[in-house]
Structures are given as structure tokens and as C-alpha cells.
């Protein structure tokens, strides 16, 4: 069955330090997308980015990157410099190409950036 | 900016009151999800839609219903609501072949 696990219900950090989230995946699907999602306590859902199973370069988008370790299925979120605003949930997510678009959600990871 | 749109916004309403819940894309996207989401839980597919006429049920098993009669509208109705309804509602649309999938501000839905 296709799951997604994130470790850390509550991360901290300080401003302008960068901080890893961490999201492990399982299935057995060759094709498949990797996403991570930022939701505010206003709870809308907010894209930051994605990886494909098959893109040969960790995704970057800013301050946002991904490292993707296929080998050991795991696709952690690492945010640069953070930011007051970037105190939110994040979510990992999966979705199965062969399968349909619908995502497959972790539990979320909060996290808190303090002055 | 995505252009998908959830109304109402929050809703408090007493157990076993008939409820739709609106959600509406100007991206023309053919596919669209509705989501259910626990306060600081994960998103549950509940419904999707790859295009008119066309729904399905997602993993989580719901009471609700969903119509598609047009490609920019994906309404989610409760016949007769009760307080295991209440939740947050996010709907989402996604292009045929694309990777994102935008989301609404959601819906915060109390059955008292």
C-alpha cells in the first residue's frame, strides 16, 4: 500500500536558519510525483513544490528545495533563511501516475520560526 | 495565482440539515477532488472528478455526494448532517496531465 510518513509532528527554528523537514514515501510504482504543500492556520493549501520520480535533479523552487533519495524513499523538504511567515503546517504528499491523480497525504509536520 | 473558489467559508448549522457545499475553477480544469481534513490532521480524498459527468468516491468512505454537470463546478452535498460531518472541506483542480493540484480556502463546517 502506498504511504506517507512524516516524523516530526512540531519542528523550531530560528530566522534566517534553515531547517529540514523530513517525509519518507512507500510504494512499489516506478512512476510516481513527490509535493509539498504549506498550510497556513488560515488553511488554504499552498504548493511549493514538486519532484518526479524519474527527474534526475533535486527540485528547487527559492528558498524551497527537495532532497530526493530515491534509494532510500525518502523526500525531505529543506527551507533556506526561514522566515516569520513561514511558521505553518507542511504537508508531503504522493500521487501514484499510473493510479490516478489523487494525492496521498502525510500528517503533517508544524512548523514555528521564532525571532 | 490560482482561481478556485470555495464558498461558504465557514458554516455552523444543526444536525440533520441538507448542506451543499460550493466549489467552483476559472483554470478549466478537467479534474477536481474534494478533501477532508480533521484539525491538524492529514488531507482524506473523499470524491473526485476527471471531467463531466464523471465522479468517483476517493479512500476515505463519506456520506456525501458530488455532482459535475459543468467542468468549472464541483458541488459536495449532505443529505442530513451531523457532528462526524464536522470538518474542514478543501476542494482542489488539476489539469488532465499536469502535476499541481490547486486547492480553495476550504470550508470549516460545524454540526451542532
Known amino acids: 500500500a502506498q504511504k506517507i510518513t512524516q516524523t516530526q509532528p512540531g519542528m523550531f527554528v530560528q530566522e534566517k536558519e534553515a531547517v529540514t523537514l523530513d517525509c519518507t514515501y512507500d510504494t512499489s510504482d516506478p512512476s510516481y510525483g513527490l509535493f509539498w504543500y504549506k498550510q497556513p492556520s488560515s488553511g488554504e493549501m499552498i504548493f511549493l513544490i514538486y519532484q518526479g520520480s524519474y527527474d534526475q535533479q533535486n527540485a528547487t523552487e527559492g528558498r524551497y528545495s527537495l532532497n530526493f533519495q530515491k534509494a532510500r524513499k525518502s523526500a525531505n523538504l529543506v527551507i533556506s533563511a526561514s522566515q516569520l511567515g513561514d511558521s505553518a503546517m507542511y504537508f508531503c504528499a504522493m500521487r501514484l501516475n499510473q493510479a490516478g491523480t489523487a494525492l496521498i497525504f502525510g500528517k503533517g509536520t508544524t512548523l514555528s520560526v521564532s525571532s | 495565482e490560482a482561481d478556485i473558489y470555495q464558498t461558504p467559508r465557514y458554516l455552523v448549522i444543526g444536525t440533520g440539515k441538507k448542506i451543499t457545499l460550493e466549489c467552483s475553477q476559472t483554470m478549466g480544469h478537467d479534474k477536481m477532488y474534494w478533501y477532508q481534513q480533521d484539525p491538524g490532521m492529514e488531507l482524506h480524498l473523499i470524491h473526485y472528478s476527471y471531467g463531466v459527468n464523471s465522479t468517483e468516491k476517493g479512500d476515505l468512505s463519506s456520506e456525501s455526494t458530488v455532482s459535475r454537470i459543468r467542468t468549472e463546478h464541483f458541488p459536495l452535498t449532505l443529505e442530513s448532517a451531523r457532528p462526524s460531518h464536522t470538518s474542514q472541506y478543501l476542494c482542489?483542480?488539476?489539469?488532465?496531465?499536469?502535476?499541481?493540484?490547486?486547492f480553495g480556502p476550504g470550508t470549516r463546517l460545524t454540526v451542532l
Open positions: 482542489a483542480s488539476s489539469e488532465l496531465r499536469g502535476n499541481e493540484q490547486f
